[in-house]
């Protein structure tokens, strides 16, 4: 009997449970209302697409897991991505002072584009699973809180139902999941809001000629100055060229104008953004994205969760990008959906539910790592900090402070961002008493550049 697999969205998380499910299902359908681009180019439904990603080394680790024997690294670098190391490969301005680089490489992450990204995991997925993408609108649920059996979707043809054994919903922040289970007689889901009002606005520009190997450079918000935050960065993308990203929470959004664009990236706190783009080339206008806000929806805590029903990615938790989790949450529930399917098999009833529950620790990390900074900035809106709040900002900004001056808390950190390791690692007996020590060196007094670097740095500035 053939056994069908049906996946709403054809985003990064989509296809990554479809690769997950191509090893069980017969026949694996993504659903998407978009209109795929042939290339590596922005498309409609991502908003976000047009900003900074990183591809932490634990996410890149779970796509190598879901698509074996393909090298997705080596697909993306020769596509142009760049591998940066947390540790030594950027220059980074904390709320605590600025990171040193440290001579261990340490954990990576890739940088390029968010449309080269889809495009490279299209493609390998298409190329190397039994999966088909199919235009078209989900429009509900099919089933009862016993089983969902398929789904109904819109097609220039009309509407139509389209049965399933096993139905994914990846659609992204935009997903009706709530109200489609509502629907089916799921109802209570508990869901949550934390929003700081977060402003994205993107730039491109040529990379300079001397400026091949310039660090990524990234200027954090301060959460902690009762001010609205402001932050920017400037990372390496494919075809030699740089992505400038600004960003500023309620009260300090970045304009998207060329002018005001400038005058803000010269208004953080320190001038080493400006100086690198004073004389660079502008290649795109800016671009702006309001979708931001960090949005959890508890379904693993539902009393009755219908067999055959997923839900993950965006459509399950969303948060804030600037922390750059994201997409490897994304990747790593995917391989939660992989390793249940392994261990329970396709048609086990309770599969459902401990997948669902099973992608728990990895999207709790996500949000305590986001939620844990946004709730500080004023105007947030969303629940007021609470007591644990308060001692979990405190532990962190201590080991962050150590971080600066300790590579035992600085590579605690790095192995937790990167998401290698869970949150968990930050309350190992090593790491708690580098937190207690504090930094062993003194703090730095600007970024940690090389001699190169700093020549390269006063050749681009033009001011």
């Not at 659609?171 to 289970?181: E, F, P």
């Not at 009755?304 to 839900?311: F, H, I, R, S, T």
Request: proline share 7%.
């Amino acid at each position: 009997m053939s056994r069908r697999a049906v996946v709403i969205g054809a985003g990064l998380a989509g296809l990554l449970a479809a690769a997950a499910l191509s090893v069980h299902a017969d026949e694996v359908i993504v659903l998407d209302r978009d209109e795929l681009p042939d290339g590596p180019e922005h498309r409609k439904g991502l908003p976000q697409g047009r900003h900074a990603h990183l591809l932490m080394s634990g996410g890149l680790a779970a796509m190598e897991d879901l698509v074996p024997g393909v090298s997705v690294r080596g697909r993306l670098l020769d596509a142009g991505a760049h591998e940066i190391s947390l540790n030594s490969g950027m220059l980074a301005l904390t709320p605590e002072g600025w990171l040193r680089r440290w001579r261990h490489e340490g954990p990576r992450m890739l940088t390029c584009s968010r449309a080269l990204l889809d495009w490279v995991i299209r493609e390998t997925v298409l190329a190397e699973t039994k999966t088909e993408i199919r235009k078209a609108q989900a429009l509900q649920l099919l089933g009862d809180t016993g089983r969902v059996t398929g789904v109904r979707i819109s097609t220039t043809a009309g509407e139509t139902d389209l049965d399933a054994d096993f139905v994914v919903d990846a659609s992204g922040r935009g997903s009706r999941i709530v109200h489609w289970l509502e629907k089916l007689g799921v109802t209570g889901i508990e869901e949550r809001t934390v929003d700081s009002g977060l402003v994205n606005a993107t730039r491109i520009y040529r990379r300079p000629e001397g400026a091949e190997h310039f660090p990524l450079t990234i200027l954090q918000a301060n959460p902690y100055l009762s001010l609205p935050g402001r932050a920017g960065m400037v990372l390496p993308i494919e075809g030699g060229r740089w992505m400038v990203s600004l960003a500023g929470t309620r009260g300090a959004e970045p304009p998207a104008d060329p002018a005001g664009f400038t005058q803000y990236m010269r208004d953080l706190p320190h001038p080493i953004l400006a100086r690198l783009i004073s004389g660079a080339e502008p290649l795109t206008d800016v671009h702006t994205s309001h979708s931001t806000q960090n949005a959890r929806r508890y379904l693993e805590k539902a009393q009755n969760w219908p067999a055959g029903l997923v839900v993950l990615g965006d459509a399950l938790a969303t948060f804030n990008p600037a922390y750059g989790q994201g997409m490897s949450v994304a990747a790593l529930g995917a391989q939660t959906l992989s390793r249940e399917l392994n261990e329970e098999g396709f048609t086990a009833p309770t599969l459902s539910t401990k997948v669902q529950r099973g992608l728990t620790p990895s999207v709790e990390g996500a949000w305590a790592l986001a939620v844990g900074q946004d709730i500080w900035y004023p105007n947030t809106k969303g629940p007021a900090p609470t007591t644990a709040d308060r001692l979990i900002t405190r532990y962190s900004r201590r080991l962050l402070k150590a971080a600066t001056g300790s590579y035992t808390a600085a590579s605690a950190l790095a192995t937790v961002t990167s998401m290698e390791a869970d949150a968990s690692t930050l309350l190992h007996p090593g790491t708690l008493l580098a937190a207690l020590n504090g930094p062993l060196l003194p703090p730095l007094s600007g970024p940690p550049l090389t001699p190169a670097e700093q020549k390269t740095l006063a050749d681009l500035s033009r001011f």
